[in-house]
């Protein structure tokens, strides 16, 4: 097991820079911020044809600034899982979807249970990923029966379970 240590920064900004990048993944370790959701990692696959972004539960503006480039899902496009079950991820305003159409996706996730929690996921992120980018939706809004979900990156297969 690689340990992937915590980045310091003396900013008030939480960074989300590249830690032990190889030729398949790129693990990405935040700097300490005040929220523990705002201290993790994000994960990026790169499989032959798409990328996976596995995002936690990061900021929009962290994962535009740090991790998305729009000409990188050009050449392959990304796929994603929406950050923080589709709940509130930093703020959710104009320049966040304006930035988000800027990126190819070739599709998404978006998983978690409405019942579990009051404000996830929210109605206007739900939308943008499920209406507006055609993003796979596992809530309850949606499919009340969903039990699992299966996401695949170049016949590697990664099973959920939601319940």
């Given at each position: 097991?690689?340990?992937?240590?915590?980045?310091?920064?003396?900013?008030?900004?939480?960074?989300?820079?590249?830690?032990?990048?190889?030729?398949?993944?790129?693990?990405?370790?935040?700097?300490?911020?005040?929220?523990?959701?705002?201290?993790?990692?994000?994960?990026?696959v790169n499989g032959?044809?798409?990328?996976?972004?596995?995002?936690?539960?990061?900021?929009?503006?962290?994962?535009?600034?740090?991790?998305?480039?729009?000409?990188?899902?050009?050449?392959?496009?990304?796929?994603?899982?929406?950050?923080?079950?589709?709940?509130?991820?930093?703020?959710?305003?104009?320049?966040?979807?304006?930035?988000?159409?800027?990126?190819?996706?070739?599709?998404?996730?978006?998983?978690?249970?409405?019942?579990?929690?009051?404000?996830?996921?929210?109605?206007?992120?739900?939308h943008f990923f499920?209406?507006?980018?055609?993003?796979?939706?596992?809530?309850?809004?949606?499919?009340?029966?969903?039990?699992?979900?299966?996401?695949?990156?170049?016949?590697?297969?990664?099973?959920?379970?939601?319940?």
């Open positions: 097991m690689h340990e992937i240590p915590a980045t310091s920064s003396t900013s008030s900004l939480i960074e989300l820079p590249p830690v032990a990048p190889s030729s398949v993944y790129t693990m990405y370790r935040s700097s300490d911020g005040y929220a523990r959701n705002q201290s993790g990692i994000v994960m990026k032959r044809a798409k990328i996976a972004i596995l995002t936690g539960d990061y900021h929009y503006g962290q994962l535009l600034k740090g991790v998305m480039d729009p000409h990188e899902s050009r050449l392959k496009p990304y796929e994603l899982v929406v950050p923080h079950h589709g709940g509130s991820a930093g703020s959710w305003e104009k320049k966040i979807t304006t930035g988000l159409k800027a990126i190819d996706f070739s599709g998404g996730v978006l998983s978690t249970s409405s019942k579990r929690c009051k404000n996830v996921p929210r109605e206007d992120v739900h499920v209406k507006k980018l055609g993003f796979a939706c596992f809530c309850s809004l949606c499919k009340p029966s969903v039990t699992g979900y299966d996401v695949s990156l170049d016949g590697l297969s990664v099973w959920g379970r939601i319940t």
